[in-house]
Structures are given as structure tokens and as C-alpha cells.
């Protein structure tokens, strides 16, 4: 069973930062991209980066600059470095994974973290 983790969330004031992380557990054959979303109440979810097997790395335009996003390819480890957090940043994120489960070459499938609460406080 493959499973994605995330932690960091927490309390933070404007102008702080924050580090999100994301493991990703079980049966992995390989991975093959790996994001992180965040969700607002009453919002849809939203990309916020994204890091594909090709190395390329998308942001959202309104995290471009104060957000960075890495991973730990020994550790299958995701993080989210995000600086200069404003209330706009309030959000539920998400980490997910494009892979391909067990411990030999099969279809790809999509798995989410349960989410960690980022409050931006002024």
C-alpha cells in the first residue's frame, strides 16, 4: 500500500516561512512526478508546484518567486519551502504523486496526501 504524508503545516504570521514536507511510503516502483495543491474553504483546489520526472518545475504565478519546491529522490521526500506568506495563503495543501506502486514496471496511478493546514495570520 502506497502512501503519501505530509507534514509542516501549522501557524504562521505574514511575512513568515514555512517548510512542508511530503513522504511518499509502500510498494514504489517508481515516480514518475510529484506536486503540491492547495485547497481554501469554499475554493477549488488549486496547483501550487509541480515537479515532473523530466526535472521541468511549475509554480502558480501567485507563489512564483516566494515558494520553491525540492525533492529528496534517496528519501522520496517532496518539500515546499514557502517565504513571505501572506493571508492569501491560507489553505489546506496537498501532496501528490504520479507512480507506479509494487516492485515491477505497471500502470501509473495518482495518489494524495491527507492535507496540512497552513494559516497565515496578519
Known amino acids: 500500500q502506497v502512501q503519501l504524508a505530509e507534514s509542516g503545516g501549522g501557524l504562521v504570521q505574514a511575512g513568515g516561512s514555512l517548510r512542508l514536507s511530503c513522504v511518499a511510503s509502500g510498494r514504489i516502483f517508481s515516480i514518475s512526478s510529484m506536486g503540491w495543491y492547495r485547497q481554501a474553504p469554499e475554493m477549488q483546489r488549486e496547483l501550487v508546484a509541480r515537479?515532473?520526472?523530466?526535472?521541468?518545475?511549475d509554480y502558480a504565478d501567485s507563489v512564483k518567486g516566494r515558494f520553491t519546491m525540492f525533492i529528496d529522490n534517496a528519501k522520496n521526500t517532496a518539500y515546499l519551502e514557502m517565504n513571505s506568506l501572506n493571508a492569501e495563503d491560507t489553505a489546506v495543501y496537498y501532496c501528490?504523486?504520479?507512480?507506479?506502486?509494487?516492485?515491477?514496471?505497471?500502470?501509473?496511478?495518482?495518489?494524495w496526501g491527507q492535507g496540512t493546514q497552513v494559516t497565515v495570520s496578519s
Open positions: 501528490n504523486a504520479i507512480l507506479i506502486p509494487g516492485n515491477k514496471l505497471g500502470p501509473s496511478r495518482s495518489y
Open positions: 515537479i515532473t520526472s523530466g526535472g521541468s518545475t
